[in-house]
């Protein structure tokens, strides 16, 4: 099967310092080698720091703060997990707008392991399929989420991942959702 290819697609990427870095480095490398463009959003300028776990790892750049991004000139967004990252992010009021705007235009969401706790928190989950790190599992269900305990999960515009080792699937089902539901490319005056 030939490579999906997101050329002039636009991944917004919200994370929060102390994000699990392989679950944000490894889909960006996947995405933009398959041509996307994409772009760290948290909720401050400056540099983010990953973690391995609970030890810190390597700084990343953001290129806008949730205060500037803006949902509409974005055509998909990852939201990666760590438990600190996720819990941090669930209680922003503009990374609950910038899901919920994404959810409601039908644009693909990909999340994994604690990332969805966002999604709960936006009040997206209800009637929805999804999988995540099994230690919020209660917290999807009693938001009324169908949780399943898979490698990957797609429903509809969203897939959804448990941990680091399903990154393998979970990028290969990401990049051939992103291509499903991309939408015409945007005139550029």
């Known amino acids: 099967m030939a490579e999906a290819k997101l050329d002039g697609m636009r991944v917004a990427i919200i994370a929060a310092t102390d994000f699990e870095q392989v679950e944000l480095e490894e889909p960006q490398k996947a995405l933009e080698h398959a041509g996307a463009t994409t772009r760290i959003i948290s909720n ?9 776990h609970d030890e810190k790892k390597d700084q990343f750049d953001v290129n806008l703060t949730l205060d500037d991004a803006n949902p509409d000139d974005f055509d998909a967004v990852l939201l990666p997990g760590g438990a600190l990252n996720a819990d941090f992010l ?7 707008e910038f899901v919920r705007r994404f959810d409601q235009a039908g644009k693909p969401i990909a999340s994994i392991c604690h990332a969805p706790w966002l999604l709960v928190s936006a009040g997206l989950v209800r009637g929805r399929h999804l999988t995540s790190y099994y230690t919020i599992q209660d917290d999807i269900r ?3 989420g169908n949780w399943e ?8 515009n969203w ?4 941990q680091p080792d399903d990154i393998p699937a979970f990028n290969r089902e990401m990049i051939k959702m992103f291509a499903e539901l991309r939408r015409p490319a945007r005139q550029v005056a």
Do not use: C, P
Request: avoid cysteine; aromatic fraction near 0%; charge should be positive.
């Open 90 to 96: 669930r209680l922003q009021t503009k990374a609950q």
């Open 159 to 162: 897939v959804t991942s448990r």
């Open 149 to 156: 305990d898979r490698e990957v999960v797609r429903d509809r």
């Open 44 to 52: 401050k300028s400056g540099k983010i720091t990953g973690m391995k």
């Open 142 to 144: 009693n938001a009324g």
